[in-house]
């Protein structure tokens, strides 16, 4: 009796075992597999009989010993490393050390620089633009850099249709920064003139045409790959493969990605051998890892363990200049927050200075303008807001809440996706506001810069309730159709150091010079007509001065309309270790990382 | 015997389709959707709805009526719901939304992290449970049995993401002899064979590897194992109490046996049913992956998996994790089972 | 439990008759953990009540950038003018007066979820145990079947947007009880030809696809109403679904219902509320059987008492014990829960104070030296979770040593 149970016992967990292994994938077909199975065989044959020498074997397994690693912690995890298909971050800080676009930034600012391309210059209406490219640069697979690959980069991008344009994938910034696809695209011809020149034809002048260009998703990736790999193409079995100084190695999932140095790139081999990027998703994790030698550097750490890592002789810490501005914004379909004496109470009434000391430390900014200071356009004249509860009291009291304001009337039937209305014209609700979920380069801690500023605002008449209205999708969404019904916290990172990348997504959007700018629930439903024809002329005008003068009169409009309030720039904070030199951090656009060095 | 594990395993059927239907139901409900997540804040209107329809998710959940009143059987069936059954019956999970990775290849990579953490933990609360517990029932009412007792009252009530933070707070920050977190340093090296560190280490002989990860290992391996060995040691206590108050042991003790052999030989066999239970409990919960602790100790698990993928709306891997952690519940459940009716010999089940 | 104990019962034996609840507290009240137990539960109760009537706090308008992170102050000094029990956090808030706060948020959540799953859970699992073995009545009969028809239909009703289809499954539902054909075979195709009538021929208008589905279901009803539908299938159904819930791991479960409902207290209540059902409907089910079988149920049932009665006069309070030992143990576990999604982000909202939020926000700091940001709000959540479980362990040995939960 006995024995059969544990027959059907054992037979039981065979079952199970045999059906979750049928589950797993078969051997992972990784391009190192096969590497891997011929390290493994020495130690299988020494196993039993010399004890000692096993351990031998494999403590130095065949990779090199005097590698030269540098090891980078960040938050989190690329998403995919074809930048054409991806808008995070963190797939950018990989791809850019792989891959190189036809023009790059110039060390620590926005200015583009030739890059793959000698030189591009435009004919006299600037709709043309010719590229001189680099020759005898070579990808990584071995295949030749030409005008052929910049001409297949650009046509798989722009053209729907095109066989490399996977319906899966999604050309997000080709779309935005270049207008559209297929016929709608800005750029409707890119020509080769010989083998190592091309022609851009624009339909119209665009006057960040190099700073765009200059943009890490229009880095070009070798033809060959993508033929090879079709839509596995930057996925962690096969990663990318371009002209950049590193080539890919590893990615495994969630934990690191190896990218080693290219010895043929054209600029001269990097210093180092390896980066390995680590995920360390919590912040004061990632310092710790720092303090213990596990990591080399990090980017964004808690303002406490900043000021101790200024304190500390092994570390240092650099900021990537600020092209990013936190904010708060209006739900304009909010009776009260139309009047903008209002919008002018709840400037004064919070504490910006004592805010971005607490929560972004030495390193944030308090904002006046949405321009950070280092994008052109930035209009220094502007006087912000004093931070001032009486005045702001004052002027809540003023504009007839003279017991402040804690319940606010719907202007217009709020809709959702479906078309139901899920407010009522007229329908009071609680005075709200809107926290995000997640941490964002912009705002360190949303959730305790909430509770401040809610508390500041409080203090000045405005009994406001904080809200999650749920997680990071939820909450884009609801922004998305304005139903973010009150204040509510977002922010900016820039694309390419152009203001026209600020301004014009959230105020402009115009097609051509008299088309009215209708509210966009996107924005809270904020529409200013003025704004958004000058935005308009700005985008089209080729002159740089002009242009200029444009944006610093689009400011002054936003200011005194109390568009939204704006609260801070942060110069992100990177922790290196003492060993590590010559990193160069990039306000937008991979960071510079063939120059860093490290002692021991 | 084998009737009756065939039987449970037939009853396991509708429980398993229940556990994707619910899945499922709350896809649906919970707001927001994985394009969104995916494009963050620059997200246009239009490349919303076509990652939409490209990921099938315009398709409706379960049943799409209005073909049918068309007359169309085939689209009526053509529902997310049973594209993923039929995509289950031929063991494809299918691929993330964000990485385009296959879910079983990162399953594969993730579960045994789950794996090694959650055995390691409940061979750590076996070997210490088990033993104070009988100690304690041995003992009963000395102070060994009093000091144990309230200890694994405490370990029961111990919310351990606390713990661990205070684990961290002790051996990284404090005393810095154990990092922080993570699995593994980027510098160790090893040879993956079954992804369990601490086998592949010392199978490849690589014993600075091994050392390694148990150096990882012990934070979370300790935070987790709190709540186990807490309920183990009371379990095994009281189980052996009342067993000792049998008739049968009192004669044994009558008979002048040595205290040793009644209390191994004839009290522990018979007191071990509900122990067993406990344990089988214990490592499930344990086995579907911890996310608090995970998190703390930025451990690959999949517990953390599944909540990053609930946050970011990647619907395959919140179905395949999902279903995988449901089906070592139910499967333990059954051993538990099967496992009273071998070591029960009162308990006939045809 | 012990000797001791053994002695004593007996020594109530012998004295003259006394209630069974005024025993079982005389026997808590001599039990020193649950005296131990008692005293701490009352200390969290007493204090968070006494502080959420008496000792106001606004966490609104709570903000000291000068006070920000400070270690626990006993004697006020220049730089820190005010005393701080346990120190302040990155606002400058005194974490004392949040920690006792918070208690009040913790214990409410404690509570409603328990309710929530004590009512819900508690009802199933009486239900299933009861009809599990008794034969229902006609009219209980009616009522199932009616609602299962129903709930069957519904489906239908969908597919083919006929609300009316519903109500025939019901129809269908109430009919088998009184048709009593014998003959198996004549009793399976008589119900399985209704369920096709019923769903194809409604079906038929909207498209003869439709009508095909449907038919297809309607027989599948039917050939199911030609069974013998009662207590047993009730009894099964009710704990497949508990299975069902019990396969997802509790945390994933309640941080995908708060997903759904959105974050807050009073959502974070009902999902910690819901994970905690299949708990009290096994138990009050596996409770019921154990009493079923005792002769005065035997009686009460010869007698002809009715259903209702029996099941709140006989079997209720003979099931309260293992009851109000696991829902204050269950009080405990969902404190701990509570503060387990409130770390995670998901809890109270903000600024109001709760001890896992506190935690979830503080741990960052532990890195610059903060600990006490972090080991008091901890240490509450750990304390009043051993309050609630050694009452419950008193409990248990006051009420029903024999118990094993």
């Known amino acids: ?21 049928a589950c797993a994938p078969k051997a992972t077909p990784t391009p190192e597999a096969t590497e891997e199975v011929v390290v493994t065989e020495a130690p299988v044959e020494t196993e039993a009989p010399v004890a000692t020498e096993a351990p031998v074997a494999t403590e130095a397994p065949p990779v090199e010993p005097e590698l030269k690693t540098f090891i980078f912690g960040r938050g989190g995890d690329s998403v995919q490393l074809d930048p054409a298909i991806v808008t995070d971050g963190e797939s950018f800080r990989v791809t850019g050390q792989c891959l190189e676009p036809l023009y790059q930034y110039d060390h620590g600012s926005t200015v583009p620089v030739p890059a793959l391309a000698e030189v591009c210059e435009p004919n006299e209406e600037a709709t043309e633009w010719t590229c001189k490219l680099r020759q005898g640069v070579k990808f990584h697979d071995g295949t030749d850099f030409n005008a052929d690959a910049v001409i297949f980069n650009f046509e798989r991008w722009r053209f729907t249709d ?14 935005y920064m270049w207008f559209g696809f297929d016929d709608a695209s800005v750029i409707t011809a890119v020509e080769k003139i010989d083998d190592f020149t091309v022609k851009f034809v624009l339909s119209s002048p665009l006057a960040p045409f190099l700073a765009n260009l200059a943009m890490d998703m229009f880095a070009i990736s070798s033809p060959t790959a993508i033929q090879t790999y079709g839509e596995d193409y930057g996925t962690p079995a096969v990663g990318c493969v371009g002209t950049g100084p ?47 030698g596990d990591i080399h550097a990090l980017e964004q750490a808690v303002v406490e363990d900043l000021a101790d890592a200024e304190a500390d002789p092994n570390l240092y810490v650099l900021t990537r200049p600020a092209l990013n501005t936190a904010y708060l914004a209006f739900n304009y379909r909010i009776v009260e927050f139309q009047d903008r004496n209002i919008r002018e109470a709840v400037a004064h009434a919070l504490n910006k200075v004592a805010l971005v000391e607490n ?5 944030g900014q308090p904002a006046k303008t949405f321009l950070p200071p280092m994008v052109w356009g930035y209009n220094d004249a502007i006087e912000d807001y004093a931070y001032d509860p009486d005045l702001a009291r004052q002027m809540l009291a003023d504009a007839g809440f003279p017991d402040g304001l804690s319940e606010v009337t719907i202007a217009e039937d709020i809709l959702d996706a479906d078309g139901n209305v899920v407010y009522q014209a007229g329908q009071k609700i609680p005075l709200t506001l809107y926290y995000m979920p997640v941490t964002r380069f912009y705002y360190p801690s949303p959730k ?53 990348n600020f301004l014009n997504y959230f105020f402009g959007g115009l097609s051509s010079a008299d088309e009215v700018k209708e509210p966009d629930p996107r924005e809270g439903f904020y529409a200013n ?69 490290i002692s021991d | 015997m084998l009737r009756y594990i065939i039987r449970r395993l037939i009853t396991l059927v509708p429980t398993i389709i229940g556990v994707t239907f619910v899945i499922f139901m709350f896809q649906r409900l919970i707001p927001g959707d994985p394009a969104v997540a995916m494009l963050g804040e620059h997200a246009a209107k239009e490349n919303v709805e076509r990652i939409r329809e490209q990921l099938g998710l315009n398709r409706p959940l379960f049943l799409d009526r209005e073909a049918l009143a068309q007359g169309d059987l085939k689209t009526f069936f053509d529902s997310q719901y049973f594209r993923y059954l039929s995509r289950l019956v031929r063991l494809d999970l299918g691929v993330s939304i964000h990485r385009r990775i296959p879910v079983a290849e990162t399953l594969a990579q993730r579960f045994p992290a789950t794996v090694e953490l959650a055995l390691l933990s409940m061979m750590i609360a076996i070997f210490v449970g088990i033993p104070v517990g ?26 351990i993401f606390w713990l661990g933070l205070m684990e961290i707070m002790l051996f990284a920050v404090i005393l810095k002899w154990l990092p922080a977190g993570g699995r593994i340093s980027t510098g160790t090296h090893i040879e993956t064979v079954t992804n369990l560190l601490l086998v592949d280490s010392l199978i490849t002989g690589n014993i600075p590897g091994f050392f390694e990860t148990l150096k990882y290992l012990a934070m979370p391996t300790i935070a987790l194992a709190t709540i186990p060995m807490a309920i183990i040691a009371r379990m095994t206590r009281s189980s052996m109490l009342d067993v000792l108050q049998e008739d049968y042991i009192r004669t044994a003790n009558a008979k002048g046996l040595v205290e040793r052999v009644v209390l191994f030989r004839h009290a522990l066999k018979n007191a071990f049913l509900p122990v067993i239970t406990i344990i089988g409990i214990q490592a499930g919960t344990l086995l579907a992956g911890a996310v608090l602790t995970e998190t703390i100790f930025a451990w690959p698990g999949i517990g953390k998996w599944v909540y990053d993928a609930i946050l970011g709306r990647d619907y395959p891997i919140v179905q395949g994790g999902t279903l995988l952690i449901a089906l070592i519940f139910v499967f333990i459940n059954l051993m538990v089972d099967v496992s009273y009716a071998v070591l029960d010999p009162r308990i006939h089940y045809d | 439990m012990s000797v001791y104990e053994e002695v004593t019962v007996v020594d109530f034996a012998v004295r003259e008759h006394r209630s069974l609840w005024v025993d079982a507290w005389r026997r808590l009240i001599s039990n020193r953990t649950a005296r131990i137990g008692m005293a701490i539960v009352a200390l969290f109760v007493f204090s968070t009540v006494f502080a959420h009537f008496f000792w106001k706090y606004d966490p609104k308008t709570d903000l000291d950038y000068a006070l920000k992170l400070k270690p626990p102050t006993l004697i006020p000094n220049e730089e820190v003018p005010s005393v701080h029990l346990f120190g302040t956090d990155k606002l400058g808030r005194d974490i004392f007066r949040r920690v006792v706060h918070g208690g009040w948020n913790s214990l409410r959540v404690g509570l409603v979820a328990v309710s929530i799953s004590l009512s819900i859970g508690g009802i199933l699992g009486l239900l299933a145990g009861f009809y599990e073995n008794i034969r229902e009545t006609v009219p209980e009969r009616m009522a199932l079947r009616a609602l299962v028809g129903m709930a069957l239909g519904a489906l239908n009703a969908w597919i083919a947007s006929q609300w009316y289809q519903a109500l025939l499954f019901a129809g269908i539902g109430i009919l088998s009880v009184f048709i009593r054909e014998h003959d198996k075979r004549r009793r399976r195709i008589m119900f399985i030809m209704l369920g ?34 009662g207590g047993k299938f009730f009894s099964d159904t009710v704990m497949r679904f508990m299975d069902i819930v019990l396969a997802f791991p509790s945390y994933l479960l309640a941080i995908a219902i708060v997903a759904f409902l959105g974050p807050g207290l009073e959502k974070g209540m009902i999902a910690i509320g819901v994970v905690g059902i299949p708990i009290y409907a096994r138990l009050a089910r596996s409770s019921v059987l154990s009493v079923m079988q005792k002769e005065y149920i035997l009686a009460a049932q010869a007698v002809g008492e009715s259903h209702g009665r029996i099941l709140f006069r006989h079997i209720v309070p003979n099931i309260l014990s293992p009851i109000i030992v696991q829902t204050t143990m269950g009080l405990a576990s969902a404190i701990l829960s509570a503060a387990a999604l409130g770390f995670l982000g998901l809890g109270a909202i903000p600024p109001e104070p709760e001890w896992g939020a506190m935690l979830g926000d503080s741990y960052r700091f532990l890195a610059s030296g903060a600990w006490w940001a972090v080991l008091f709000p901890g240490l509450a959540i750990m304390l009043s979770v051993l309050g609630f479980n050694l009452l419950g362990d008193g409990l248990r040995d006051a009420l029903d040593p024999k118990l094993q939960i």
């Open chain 1, 1 to 21: 009796m006995n024995r059969r149970i544990l027959y059907s016992l054992g037979a039981l967990v065979l079952i199970m075992s045999m059906i979750l292994s």
């Open chain 1, 162 to 175: 095109n066989p490399y344009h996977f319906e899966s994938q999604v050309f997000e910034y080709y779309e």
């Open chain 1, 246 to 292: 590193f080539k890919f190695v590893e990615w495994v999932e969630g934990d690191h990605i190896t990218v080693e140095a290219y010895d043929e790139y054209w600029g001269g081999r990097p210093k180092i051998d390896r980066i390995i990027w680590r995920v360390i998703p919590d912040d004061s994790a990632r310092y710790l890892a720092l303090k213990a």
């Open chain 1, 359 to 363: 929560f972004y430390g030495a390193y």
């Open chain 1, 448 to 500: 305790e810069i909430a509770e401040a500023m809610a508390a500041d605002l409080a203090n000045a008449g405005f009994n406001v309730q904080l809200e999650l209205a749920g997680d990071w999708p939820t909450y884009l969404g609801l922004r998305r159709e304005g139903r973010l019904l009150g204040l509510y916290m977002l922010g900016w990172g820039g694309d390419n150091g152009d203001p026209d």
């Open chain 1, 529 to 597: 007509q003025e704004v958004a024809s000058l935005l308009y002329q700005a985008a089209v005008n080729p002159n740089q001065a002009e242009r200029e003068a444009i944006y610093k009169q689009v400011e002054l409009l936003l200011h005194d309309d109390v568009a939204r309030i704006w609260i801070a720039h942060n110069n992100t904070p990177l922790i290196f270790s003492a060993k590590v030199t010559g990193y160069i951090p990039q306000p937008v656009g991979a960071d510079y990382y063939e120059f860093v060095e």
């Open chain 2, 134 to 159: 009988i100690i304690s029932a041995a003992r009963r009412n000395s102070i060994l049995d009093s000091v144990s007792m309230i200890g694994s009252l405490i370990g029961v009530s111990m919310p």
């Open chain 3, 196 to 229: 096709i009538l019923c769903g194809a021929v409604p079906g038929f208008i909207a498209h003869p696809m439709v009508a095909l589905v449907c038919g297809t279901l309607g027989a599948l009803y039917g050939l199911f109403f030609s069974f013998d539908i």
